[in-house]
Structures are given as structure tokens and as C-alpha cells.
């Protein structure tokens, strides 16, 4: 073999891999998905398998897809709160609400209390620690899945250092993302309750006497979560 056929051969494996198709494993239930139809237009490499848990396996990542009226369905059935303990087996896990612009999540005149979809979000978030995203239509969900499945496996560093927060900034930070709660009112709040289940729990009379009117973003409605 000459060196001119190495060359060749070298070059022409470095060409397969760069034409390989992205590749994700997807739950057979999806098939007729509008999701799977897109992917595959943005070049995915697409593999049915009966999953026993989420609906896709995207580089490692579990997700489990809902539209929104699928999401307030299996919220009132709690079938989604069972999901959620099942995707606790991968390290990675996501959950993907779809619709909002076709559809909203909660208002006024839906049958479901507003402040009890907020209360279940924050479960979410806190309790079961899952990441949720809110995507457009199929077309949004389906490009978040093929950006997340063409991801480099481990991605090179930034130059900039940030400080990493310790507890008590990370529960400040997450109060913070409450509407109207700024850094002072969630430092009073920390200050006297001391955590964030304590501050959840608290009664509106306790918390309005800290922070006033402000205190009607926890009044979540006791739905059991």
C-alpha cells in the first residue's frame, strides 16, 4: 500500500463521519408525531424502540415531550408526577411543554386554578429537579431536539470564570425568578424563614406581614404538591 492509498483511505473515513447523520432513539408511540416528521426534514437519523421511559433518548438525555393540554391532562390524572419519579433513573432528563403559542398555559378562565399549574411548575423544578422547556410548536421542539442531538460530547471551555454560588445565593436566585420579588424582599425572606420549603409552607398572613401584597405570588393553591 502506498502512501498515496493511505492518504485516500484516511480521507475518506474523515469525509464519512463528517456526512454521519446526528442519531436519537425515539419511543414507536411517536411515530406519527408531526415532531418525527420534522426531524427527519433537519436531517435526523431516527431509531424506534420501545422505551419504558420518556420519548426520546437524545445523547444520553431523556425527554419526555407534552403538549400543554397533554401536560394539564396527566398534571389533574398525576400520571405526569409517576413520569417524573421514572426519568429520576437517568442523570439527564428534560421535560418539553409544547404549545404555548398555539395554546396557554394557564388564564383566568380555565377550569384549573392558575396558582396550582405554578405550584406543580415549581414541583417540578424543586421536588423532582427537571428541567422543563417551553417550545412554540412541533417545529421549536423538534429544532431544540436536533441542535441538543448534534451537541459536541464534551464542549471546550470558556475563559471567563464565574463564581459558583453556595446555598443560600442559589435559594436567593431562585426567589428572584418569582414576579415582583427583587434581591432585597428575597433576602427578607430567607432571613426570616430561613429555606424555601419554609417560605412555600408559610401562611399568606405570616409572609404578608414580611413583605406585603407582594406575598400573593406564593399563595399557591394546596393541590398536594
Known sequence: MTFFDIFSKTKLQVQEREIEKPKIIVDHREKNSLVIAELASLGID?????LPVADFLVKGTAIERK?????????INQHLTNQLQELQQYPSKLLIVEGIEEQELYHNQSKINPNAIRGFLLSILLKHQVPILFTKDYKDTASFIAVL??????EPGLRAIKKSFNKKEQLQYILEGFPGIGPK???????KFGNLKNILLASQEELKKEIGKKADVFSLVDEGY
Open 46 to 50: 431516527i431509531e424506534f424502540k420501545q
Open 67 to 75: 403538549t400543554v393540554q397533554d401536560f394539564l391532562s396527566s398534571m
Open 149 to 154: 442531538s448534534r451537541k459536541q460530547e464534551s
Open 185 to 191: 424582599t428575597a433576602k427578607k425572606l430567607l432571613k
